[in-house]
């Protein structure tokens, strides 16, 4: 989709001018080229917009998800994130489904209500792993789509981000709430216009 595209397209949704960083420029250079760590289609669709069009980022999508279960659901949104990027067009890249690796990262905190330990680790799992990749991949700068949700704390992911980090690495860790300056309506409206799949659960407890 081209700039003005999407544009219009975001214009019409929600009824005003879309790209609003004149008033809201970023507190930091930008970076040059961003591995965003993606979550599913939905969260990926406004956030990916934003970067890409608003700011002028050079996004790589990166899908990395051990935490869904079970496999069916995996597939649905590693599906929606392929949809989006498609759409959006920026490259995806993926790793294999390997939910014994997240198993073994949450031992000991299974019992764990929901936003507390165990949500935590599943975070850092999930940023750490996309801090590796970037690395790997020769990105200067990494984010998430995790904090588009109303139902994640904005302190837990940008925790997860500068941990998996850390203060020696290059690596810039874009911490955006992303779900801000009309963030999770958008992927609302956009989930609908794009007939994306949209889960009811966040992703380790099947319903
Ligand atoms: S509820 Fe969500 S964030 Fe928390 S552990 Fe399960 S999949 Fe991870």
């Known amino acids: ?65 051990p935490n869904i279960l079970p496999r069916e659901e995996y597939t649905l949104r590693r599906d929606g994130a392929r949809r989006v990027a498609e759409i959006l067009d920026i490259p995806l890249l993926e790793e294999p489904y390997e939910p014994e690796l997240w198993s073994e990262w949450i031992r000991g905190y299974e019992g764990e209500p929901e936003g507390g330990e165990r ?24 984010s998430t789509t995790l904090s588009v949700s109303p139902h994640v704390s904005p302190l837990s992911i940008s925790q997860a981000g500068r941990e998996a980090v850390g203060s020696e690495n290059p690596l810039f860790f874009w911490d955006e709430s992303f779900r801000k300056r009309d963030g999770y309506r958008l992927s609302i409206l956009l989930s609908k216009e794009w007939k994306l799949y949209r889960q009811n659960y966040c992703g380790c407890r099947p319903r």
């Open 119 to 142: 949500c935590r680790r599943c975070y850092s799992l999930r940023l750490k792993r996309t801090v590796l990749r970037a690395q790997r991949e020769g990105y200067d700068s990494f």
């Open 1 to 65: 989709m081209k700039e003005g595209q999407a544009r219009d397209l975001v214009a019409r949704l929600l009824g005003r001018d879309p790209w609003d960083r004149i008033e809201n420029p970023p507190p930091f250079p930008l970076p040059r080229r961003l591995l965003l760590h993606i979550c599913c289609g939905p969260c990926a669709s406004s956030v990916v917009m934003r970067l890409k069009y608003d700011y002028g980022v050079d996004v790589c999508g990166f899908f990395s998800n």
